[in-house]
Structure formats: C-alpha cells, structure tokens
C-alpha cells in the first residue's frame, strides 16, 4: 500500500485524449499527489486500468 508521505512516479499510457490534460495539468497533477514525476508511454505493462472517453486507459503507479 502507500502512505500519505510515500512519493511516486505514474505512467499512462499514451491517448489522444490525455495528451492535452498532461501537458497543460502535469505539474498540479504531480503537485496534489505527490508525484515525482508522470509520464505518457506506449506500453504500460499494468492491468490497472481507468476508462476516458470509452477507451480503457492503462497506468502505474510506482513508489520512489
């Protein structure tokens, strides 16, 4: 599990439709949940998934 004070690296990835969010959010987003860094990939290798304009978006979420 995480911690309220554990920082973290998120992946998503890579949807027309988020394009846009993170690049113009990216640093509020980090900044509300503590994240080091989040990225846009081709392939995340994660079964966690979020739906976004009907497609299934994968992410991870990984402890620093």
């Not at 846009?20 to 994240?35: H, N, S, T």
């Amino acid at each position: 599990g995480f911690e309220i004070t554990d920082r973290i690296l998120i992946t998503l990835q890579n949807h027309p439709s988020i394009i846009r969010a993170v690049d113009e959010y990216k640093d509020f987003i980090c900044m509300q949940v503590l994240c080091e860094d989040l990225t846009l990939a081709s392939n995340v290798s994660s079964d966690s998934t979020f739906e976004l304009d009907g497609a299934q978006i994968h992410f991870q979420i990984r402890k620093v």
